[in-house]
């Protein structure tokens, strides 16, 4: 069985704070790793995707991977109110399909 | 990017009764899935929408229970069949592109 896990939270900093988010995946062989957004109410929205060890960045998001460790993580730097939502952690398995296995979100709450 | 509409965007069912889920993409797609969302939960995934043929179900998905269909490239429905209340959730088609598009959702309650 594949899993992804996240702590769920909630998560709470302060405006202008690094808010830092963390996953775990059970498929070694996962190639592939995504975080969605979700605002409550609404559908997931892509908000970064990785794809090998080390950092990737996109404005005041920056993704990082460990695949010894089978880790992913998202920072968000500078946190803002409108980044209060559920972020999901997505991991696409080994074997070619383009099916997601997703955690079971964290929900972040930047207070100003 | 992909534009992605669902119909209805919410519904309230009666038990015992079904619901089909329209979702329509602007533009063909080969890959299209339906995913559930439970309240305070996360997605998971029913079923790929297959285009010309059967769906390809997960575990604990059924035909009998959530039949599909994808009549081409850019449409697929998804029915609820025989409702109870457990099935009162998120409904959400997803498309891929260059990576996975989320329609808005069909929340649906079930009395």
């Known amino acids: 069985q594949k899993e992804v896990e996240q702590n769920s939270g909630p998560l709470s900093v302060p405006e202008g704070a690094i808010a830092s988010l963390n996953c775990t995946y059970s498929d070694r062989g996962s190639q592939s790793f995504f975080w969605y957004r979700q605002y409550s109410g609404k559908s997931p929205e892509l908000i970064m995707s990785?794809?090998?060890?080390g950092d990737q960045e996109d404005g005041r998001f920056t993704a990082q991977l460990n695949k010894a460790s089978q880790y992913v993580s998202l920072l968000i730097r500078d946190s803002q109110p409108s980044d209060s939502a559920t972020y999901l952690c997505?991991?696409?398995?080994?074997?070619?399909?383009?099916?997601?296995?997703f955690g079971k979100g964290t929900k972040l709450t930047v207070n100003p | 990017s992909a534009v992605i509409s669902q119909k209805p965007s919410r519904d309230i069912c009666q038990r015992g009764t079904s619901l089909t889920i329209q979702c329509q993409v602007d533009?063909?797609?080969?890959?299209m899935f339906w995913y559930r969302q439970q309240p305070g939960q996360s997605l998971t995934l029913i079923a790929t929408a297959n285009q010309g043929s059967e769906a390809t179900y997960e575990s604990g998905f059924v035909i009998d229970k959530f039949p599909i269909s994808r009549p081409n490239l850019t449409f697929s429905t998804l029915t609820v069949s025989n409702m109870s209340p457990e099935d009162s959730s998120i409904y959400l088609c997803s498309v891929v592109r260059d990576t996975q598009y989320f329609g808005p959702g069909t929340r649906l309650t079930v009395l």
């Open positions: 997505a991991v696409k398995p080994q074997g070619g399909s383009e099916k997601l296995v």
């Open positions: 533009s063909q797609v080969t890959m």
């Open positions: 990785i794809y090998s060890n």
